[in-house]
């Protein structure tokens, strides 16, 4: 996954309060997002060791609290996804 070139400041607030939030929790995260096609959407996914120990839920959870107090409910409705993975999990085929 590629970095998106220039994205919106809503996206870097993201980024910068996941990467700065997992950390506090133990967490060594990678973020990528990408726009979705014809839209104003973006996916993000995030790649941690960690989240292998964690179910699912646990993981949404922990990374939908962050995205609520970095972005305003506007810029949260332009996220369509946060994916996250375990780097096991990203690896598979």
Known sequence: ???VKNPPPFIEELRIALIRDLKKAGIKA???EEPVPTTKLYRVTILAPQ???M???ERQNLVWRIAEKALSPDDQLRISMILTLSNEEANRN
């Open 51 to 53: 989240f292998k120990a």
């Open 1 to 3: 996954m590629a970095k």
């Open 55 to 57: 179910r699912h839920s």
């Open 30 to 32: 990678q973020i990528h």
